[in-house]
Nanobody
Framework: QVQLVESGGGFVQAGESLRLSCGAP????????MGWYRQVPGKQRELVAI??????NYVDSVKGRFTISREDAKNTVYLQMNSLKSADTAVYYC??????????WGQGTQVTVSP
């Protein structure tokens, strides 16, 4: 089972920035959608941002602060998170799907924002 590999999480103060990265070692076929979800204990996993066919979508709470980008040649997706808030504290998961509608997930990376 192919798993995506994330990096870049950590502990920051409110107002600071973090950049998450996600790659797919050994995968040579292109992904369709690539994106980021997040989850806090006791709540459902939430879509944060996704990129597909040149378009992007964001959950309202991160619009204007987060930017998703991707490098198709590397099958890599990034999430630049600026002006972080304590409400952004969560485990962030990388997500992708391919032309056969198979889904791929990362193991999750913790982002903690101190007020």
């Amino acid at each position: 089972q192919v798993q995506l590999v994330e990096s870049g999480g950590g502990f920051v103060q409110a107002g600071e920035s973090l950049r998450l990265s996600c790659g797919a070692p050994g995968i040579i076929f292109p992904f369709n959608d690539m994106g980021w979800y997040r989850q806090v204990p006791g709540k459902q996993r939430e879509l944060v941002a996704i990129t597909s066919g040149g378009g992007t979508n964001y959950v309202d709470s991160v619009k204007g602060r987060f930017t998703i980008s991707r490098e198709d040649a590397k099958n890599t997706v990034y999430l630049q998170m600026n002006s972080l808030k304590s409400a952004d504290t969560a485990v962030y998961y990388c997500y992708a799907n391919d032309w056969r509608a198979r889904e791929y997930w990362g193991q999750g990376t913790q982002v903690t924002v101190s007020p």
